[in-house]
C-alpha cells in the first residue's frame, strides 16, 4: 500500500461489510505519534481513570461516536 493512500477496514465476521476506511501513514507520521506518545505518556499515566474516561468520552463525543455505558453497551447514554 503506498504512503496516503486509503484502505478498507472490514467487519471480520463479516468481510464484505466495509466499516470504515484508514489511510496509511508516512514514516514521518509514526515517528511524530511514537514521539507524542512517548512524551506524553507520564501525563496521561499520572490523569485520574475517571478523568481519563471523561476525555476520551468527549473525544468520542466530539468524532460522533456513542459513548458505552459502564456495562459496555454503546447505546444506553445515547451519546
Not at 472490514?10 to 515517528?31: C, F, H, L, M, T
Not at 499520572?46 to 454503546?74: F, S, V
Amino acid at each position: 500500500m503506498a504512503e496516503g493512500e486509503m484502505q478498507p477496514v472490514v467487519n471480520p465476521a463479516e468481510p464484505k461489510d466495509i466499516v470504515g476506511y484508514v489511510r496509511e501513514a508516512s514514516d514521518a507520521e509514526v515517528q511524530q505519534a511514537l514521539t507524542s506518545a512517548i512524551n506524553n505518556a507520564p501525563i496521561w499515566f499520572a490523569t485520574p481513570p475517571q478523568e481519563r474516561a471523561a476525555i476520551l468520552g468527549a473525544r468520542r463525543g466530539a468524532d460522533g461516536k456513542p459513548n458505552a455505558d459502564p456495562d459496555g453497551d454503546p447505546g444506553a447514554r445515547g451519546g
